[in-house]
């Protein structure tokens, strides 16, 4: 597959932050109207006021990346500082409530607090998506497939959410686990083909399970309105740095599992209880843990793990032109991730308003 093919598309949930209390506020209505003509359809709201999703435009390459997400950001940034607030990107806030927040108005979050109750009302979490665009159907689901066995891996990278209402949690992204209680959620199902995959969407619909495709909330998913398969596992990451070298590792993966293809070879799949144990692991202890190497059977540290990846994709980042921020991941390895960040802090000052400051500085991080 030509790598000019494989375009990249990021969407991001951050919190919006009162200064002065470092909590969460409801003020997305505001920012989205005073933004209006500077955000276009790039930032609109998500399920609590409190949250505001930016999406970047299709990039061609990681280097687009960067300067989408700069740009968003700041933008995002300055409208917010104009309204009194501030922007955060981590998976959840150190210690607000969902109890405290109020849900966007519309007849789509009406529709998912309704049905989901309890569980919709807790969904105070925060993700990033990653979109690589891959034009055929088939080798969409063959992507799909392989590249679960990495979801672990990669999402490890991005931990930032060790703090669940004013408590550490002892896990490193308690987002996902927030967001497991939905159904539909977690790693994917295996299919063999876009045919069998739509077959199993109509199954759905035809016994009223969902109403439409996007009621799939897997870790990856083939996009059901755009060309693309989505990697939906990761916390919102803190740095922009952070999340290009993680973007970068996506596409790169991407990029080999289809060179593999071309060449008759694929990456053996494994029982999807056997990498749930080591998606846990990672949620659990991000870079600090071990998984499992099914093929070894036995545990290698994670931070081992994801420098053999990186060595995998070596003669294919050339071609994409991100080795400089797969390099990246270098130094998170060595200064670990945002969760890791916010942990340390807390252990200094004792304070979480500590925590969401060095958030705020963090995600505006080269942006200004």
Known sequence: MNPNELTIGVEEEYQIIDPETRELTSYVGKILDQGATIFRDQVKPEFMQSQIEIGSNICQNVSEVRQELLHLRRSVHNVASETGCRIVAAGTHPFSRWHDQVVTEGARYKALKDKYELLANRLLIFGMHVHIGIPDHDLRIDIMKQMTYFAPHISALATSSPFWFGRKTGLKSYRSVVFENLPRTGLPEYFDSW??????????????????????????????????????????????????????????????????????????????????????????????????????????????????????????????????????????????????????????????????????????????
Not at 311 to 334: A, F, N
Request: with cysteine; hydrophobic share 35%; glycine share 4%.
């Open 195 to 368: 045919k069998e995959y739509s077959n199993y969407i109509k199954l759905l619909q035809v016994t009223k399970t969902i109403d439409e495709p996007t009621k799939i909330w897997w870790d990856i998913r083939p996009h059901p309105k755009f060309p693309t398969v989505e990697f939906r596992f990761c916390d919102c990451t803190t740095k922009v740095d952070e999340v290009v070298a993680i973007v970068a590792l996506t596409q790169a993966l991407v990029a080999k599992l289809c060179q593999l293809r071309r060449r008759n070879q694929t990456w053996r799949i494994y029982r999807r209880s056997l990498i749930a144990e080591n998606k846990w692991r990672s949620v659990k202890d991000g870079l600090d843990g071990k998984l499992i190497d099914f093929g070894k059977k036995k545990e290698v540290p994670l931070r081992l793990l994801i420098q053999e990846i990186v060595e995998l994709v070596d003669d294919v980042v050339d071609e994409l032109g991100s080795r400089k921020e797969i390099e990246y991941i270098e130094q998170m390895l060595k200064n670990g991730t945002s969760a890791d960040r916010q942990l340390r802090k807390y252990e200094e000052t004792g304070n979480m308003k500590d925590v969401v400051d060095m958030l705020i500085d963090e995600t505006m991080e080269s942006c200004l």
